[in-house]
């Protein structure tokens, strides 16, 4: 449903980061058993190994970066009202997706639900099965 009213706790917690690609943006696949995806399409923040990162998955070189975030296993994932997602890791490392003024700056997958950011901040959240939007 657009304009989700509350955080939205993601199915992420002790999971690990088993798959990264770098194409339209970047995407993170967690678990080996169930498909959790994560997309970035825009600019994040990657915090951890004592430093903080700003950085555009638009951008081949910045999106690569955050290779270091394979392998990691997940604290927990939040898909906060006002559209930015929080993913922070068992190690210390934190990915922040904040939203995009004009297009959708991150998207997450899980087996029983789509999430998505909207352009200027909220959420958009389906649930299977149909995907179709919550009321």
Not at 19 to 37: K, P, T
Not at 53 to 58: D, G
Not at 86 to 105: M, N, R
Request: glycine letters at 14%.
């Amino acid at each position: 449903m657009p304009g989700e009213a509350k955080d939205i706790e993601l199915p992420l917690s002790g999971k690990r980061v088993v798959r990264f690609c770098v194409e339209r943006g970047l995407s993170l696949e967690f678990s080996e058993h169930e498909r959790l995806v994560v997309g970035v399409y825009k600019r994040f923040l990657l915090c951890g190994g004592g430093g903080e990162q700003s950085l555009s998955a638009e951008d081949l070189g910045d999106a690569a970066k955050a290779i270091v975030l394979v392998r990691k296993v997940t604290k927990n994932g939040v898909a906060r009202r006002n559209g930015t997602l929080e993913i922070s890791f068992a190690d210390g490392y934190e990915l922040s997706v904040p939203p995009d003024p004009q297009s959708d700056a991150w998207k997450f997958s899980g087996t029983d639900i789509l999430i998505g950011s909207d352009p200027g901040g909220g959420l958009t959240v389906f649930r299977r099965p149909g995907i179709v939007p919550e009321r």
